[in-house]
Protein backbone atom coordinates (compact mmCIF):
# COMPACT_ATOMS: atom_id res chain seq x y z
CA UNK A 1 0.00 0.00 0.00
CA UNK A 2 1.12 3.23 -0.94
CA UNK A 3 1.46 5.75 2.18
CA UNK A 4 0.02 9.38 2.01
CA UNK A 5 3.94 10.96 1.42
CA UNK A 6 4.47 8.92 -1.25
CA UNK A 7 1.23 9.89 -3.21
CA UNK A 8 1.74 13.47 -2.28
CA UNK A 9 5.38 13.66 -3.36
CA UNK A 10 3.71 11.91 -6.60
CA UNK A 11 0.87 14.02 -7.10
CA UNK A 12 3.66 17.15 -6.66
CA UNK A 13 5.73 15.76 -8.90
CA UNK A 14 3.00 14.74 -11.64
CA UNK A 15 1.41 18.57 -11.57
CA UNK A 16 5.13 20.36 -12.02
CA UNK A 17 5.45 17.95 -15.20
CA UNK A 18 2.49 18.36 -16.42
CA UNK A 19 2.99 22.49 -15.92
CA UNK A 20 6.13 22.19 -17.56
CA UNK A 21 4.84 19.90 -20.36
CA UNK A 22 2.13 21.86 -21.48
CA UNK A 23 4.25 25.27 -21.25
CA UNK A 24 6.82 23.71 -23.85
CA UNK A 25 4.27 22.28 -25.83
CA UNK A 26 2.76 25.77 -26.13
CA UNK A 27 5.69 27.49 -27.43
CA UNK A 28 5.93 24.44 -29.99
CA UNK A 29 2.47 24.87 -30.96
CA UNK A 30 2.91 28.94 -31.37
CA UNK A 31 6.48 28.20 -33.33
CA UNK A 32 4.98 25.43 -35.55
CA UNK A 33 1.19 24.67 -35.51
CA UNK A 34 -0.18 21.49 -36.08
CA UNK A 35 -0.28 21.99 -40.36
CA UNK A 36 2.28 19.71 -40.58
CA UNK A 37 0.53 16.75 -38.36
CA UNK A 38 -2.26 16.99 -40.41
CA UNK A 39 -0.78 17.01 -44.03
CA UNK A 40 1.81 13.77 -43.16
CA UNK A 41 -0.86 12.16 -41.87
CA UNK A 42 -3.12 12.81 -44.89
CA UNK A 43 -0.12 12.03 -47.16
CA UNK A 44 0.58 8.72 -45.66
CA UNK A 45 -2.83 7.96 -45.56
CA UNK A 46 -3.02 9.18 -49.44
CA UNK A 47 -0.22 6.52 -49.84
CA UNK A 48 -2.12 3.57 -48.72
CA UNK A 49 -4.68 4.34 -50.63
CA UNK A 50 -6.85 4.71 -47.50
CA UNK A 51 -7.92 8.55 -47.70
CA UNK A 52 -10.54 9.76 -49.58
CA UNK A 53 -13.90 12.07 -48.81
CA UNK A 54 -14.85 10.50 -45.18
CA UNK A 55 -11.25 10.79 -43.70
CA UNK A 56 -11.49 13.03 -40.74
CA UNK A 57 -8.70 15.89 -40.04
CA UNK A 58 -8.35 14.17 -36.29
CA UNK A 59 -7.58 11.13 -38.40
CA UNK A 60 -4.78 12.55 -40.04
CA UNK A 61 -3.65 14.30 -36.93
CA UNK A 62 -3.51 10.94 -35.36
CA UNK A 63 -1.63 9.52 -38.26
CA UNK A 64 0.85 12.26 -38.19
CA UNK A 65 1.28 12.42 -34.95
CA UNK A 66 1.75 8.81 -34.93
CA UNK A 67 4.95 9.04 -37.36
CA UNK A 68 6.41 11.17 -34.86
CA UNK A 69 5.71 9.13 -32.02
CA UNK A 70 6.89 5.80 -33.54
CA UNK A 71 9.84 7.51 -34.08
CA UNK A 72 10.50 8.34 -30.74
CA UNK A 73 9.99 4.48 -30.00
CA UNK A 74 12.19 3.83 -32.38
CA UNK A 75 15.04 5.98 -30.27
CA UNK A 76 13.92 3.93 -27.43
CA UNK A 77 14.32 0.55 -28.82
CA UNK A 78 17.53 1.65 -30.00
CA UNK A 79 18.54 2.41 -27.15
CA UNK A 80 17.36 -1.17 -25.29
CA UNK A 81 19.21 -2.97 -27.71
CA UNK A 82 22.69 -1.16 -26.37
CA UNK A 83 22.14 -1.49 -23.13
CA UNK A 84 21.21 1.99 -22.55
CA UNK A 85 18.35 3.88 -21.40
CA UNK A 86 16.57 6.52 -23.63
CA UNK A 87 17.04 9.96 -23.01
CA UNK A 88 14.61 11.75 -20.63
CA UNK A 89 13.41 14.07 -23.39
CA UNK A 90 12.81 11.07 -25.77
CA UNK A 91 10.29 9.82 -23.21
CA UNK A 92 9.15 13.74 -22.58
CA UNK A 93 8.16 14.17 -26.23
CA UNK A 94 6.14 10.44 -26.33
CA UNK A 95 4.14 11.74 -23.46
CA UNK A 96 3.75 14.93 -25.41
CA UNK A 97 2.51 13.29 -28.43
CA UNK A 98 -0.28 10.89 -26.35
CA UNK A 99 -1.86 14.35 -24.73
CA UNK A 100 -2.08 16.05 -28.36
CA UNK A 101 -3.94 13.53 -29.41
CA UNK A 102 -5.98 13.18 -26.57
CA UNK A 103 -6.55 16.93 -26.63
CA UNK A 104 -7.76 16.51 -30.19
CA UNK A 105 -9.81 14.37 -29.33
CA UNK A 106 -11.56 16.34 -26.67
CA UNK A 107 -11.61 19.47 -29.64
CA UNK A 108 -9.33 22.06 -27.32
CA UNK A 109 -6.21 21.78 -29.51
CA UNK A 110 -5.74 24.64 -31.75
CA UNK A 111 -5.19 23.91 -35.05
Same mark, same amino acid.
Given at each position: ?5 ? &? ?7 ? /????? $? +? ?5 ? #? ?17 ? &? ?7 ? /????? $? +? ?5 ? #? ?41
Amino acid at each position: MIGTRA &KNKLRGWWL /DSATN $E +IDGMMDK #LAEYGTGDLHEIGRQMLKI &KGAYDSETT /DQQCY $E +IGITFYA #LGKIQRIITAAEQDKLASTDTWHDLAIYAKMVLAGRAEVMPK
